[in-house]
């Protein structure tokens, strides 16, 4: 699987790109893309529009990763992330790319395995990752690159869980891990029938049945006090 990286931003947009099986990782380009301080807003988006059209049209990757806008310094630095996020998007979307977006949180933690590291961990954590001789510079292709990874990682654990429930389907008429029929049988919680109480023993509530609050035992007396009602109401009035 081949999967692309884009750290967006308007001064400098880090991409990578990687391919993977989903145990073992090799790096095929990173970069950044760098914008001239000079230069007007809408050109910058523009250079970095044909730029990443380029690179994807080079790379031709399964899936475009994306960080999500989860914060920025003030609303001026959103807005221009905004803008970025939005030409790395048309740029993948024309290719007939996939999308995915993940929170900075989600990519540190699959990468590192804590949502607050610090960029110089993740560069070490993609240095050992991909094999390489030294960490990726500049660290926006460092991000981008574990956005990648990140998506990599997700998406087995995503079809992982699909296998294991699909295969932990019961047939009707199955045995829960407590050895008691019905309760894993359901496959909608309309059909879920709980487990009733009565006379100190488990039943099953057949279908149809009444639903409400389980049966509980009749409460005990001790002999003594039955003795004593016994007597109570035998005497004459």
Same mark, same amino acid.
């Given at each position: 699987?081949?999967?692309?990286?884009?750290?967006?931003?308007?001064? @400098?947009?880090? *991409?990578?790109?990687?391919?993977?099986?989903?145990?073992?990782?090799?790096?095929?380009?990173?970069?950044? /893309?760098?914008? &001239?301080?000079?230069? +007007?807003?809408?050109?910058?988006? +523009?250079?970095i529009?044909? %730029?990443?059209?380029g690179?994807?049209?080079?790379?031709?990757?399964?899936?475009?990763?994306?960080?999500?806008?989860? !914060?920025?310094?003030?609303?001026? &630095?959103a807005?221009?992330?905004?803008? +970025? @996020?939005?030409?790395?998007?048309?740029?993948?979307?024309?290719?007939?790319?996939?999308?995915?977006? *993940?929170?900075?949180?989600?990519?540190?933690?699959?990468? /590192?395995? *804590?949502?607050?590291a610090?960029?110089?961990?993740?560069?070490?954590?993609?240095?050992?990752?991909?094999?390489?001789?030294? /960490?990726?510079?500049?660290?926006?292709?460092?991000?981008?690159?574990?956005?990648?990874?990140? !998506?990599? !990682?997700?998406?087995?654990?995503?079809?992982?869980?699909?296998?294991?429930?699909?295969?932990? #389907?019961?047939?009707?008429?199955?045995?829960?891990? #407590?050895?008691?029929?019905?309760?894993?049988?359901?496959?909608?919680w309309?059909a *879920?029938?709980?487990?009733?109480?009565g006379?100190?023993?488990?039943?099953?509530?057949?279908?149809?049945?009444? !639903?409400?609050?389980?049966? #509980?035992?009749?409460? %005990?007396?001790?002999?003594?006090? +039955? @003795? %004593?009602?016994?007597?109570?109401?035998?005497?004459?009035?």
């Open positions: 699987m081949r999967v692309f990286g884009i750290d967006p931003g308007s001064e @400098r947009t880090g *991409y990578g790109c990687l391919d993977s099986d989903g145990r073992r990782h090799r790096l095929v380009l990173c970069g950044a /893309v760098r914008t &001239s301080a000079t230069d +007007a807003f809408p050109v910058k988006l +523009a250079l529009h044909d %730029r990443l059209a690179l994807l049209a080079q790379c031709r990757p399964e899936c475009v990763v994306i960080e999500s806008l989860f !914060h920025a310094a003030n609303v001026r &630095s807005l221009k992330l905004g803008h +970025a @996020r939005g030409v790395a998007m048309l740029a993948a979307v024309e290719a007939g790319v996939e999308v995915v977006e *993940y929170t900075p949180a989600e990519i540190k933690r699959a990468v /590192v395995g *804590y949502g607050r610090e960029k110089s961990q993740v560069q070490q954590m993609i240095k050992l990752l991909l094999g390489l001789e030294r /960490v990726p510079t500049p660290h926006d292709a460092a991000d981008a690159l574990a956005m990648a990874i990140c !998506h990599v !990682h997700l998406r087995g654990n995503r079809q992982g869980n699909l296998v294991d429930l699909k295969n932990s #389907r019961r047939q009707p008429g199955s045995l829960d891990p #407590r050895g008691q029929p019905g309760s894993l049988d359901a496959t909608s309309r *879920y029938r709980p487990l009733a109480v006379g100190g023993k488990t039943s099953v509530v057949p279908d149809g049945g009444s !639903h409400g609050p389980p049966l #509980r035992p009749p409460p %005990r007396t001790s002999p003594l006090k +039955a @003795r %004593r009602t016994t007597r109570q109401s035998s005497d004459p009035a």
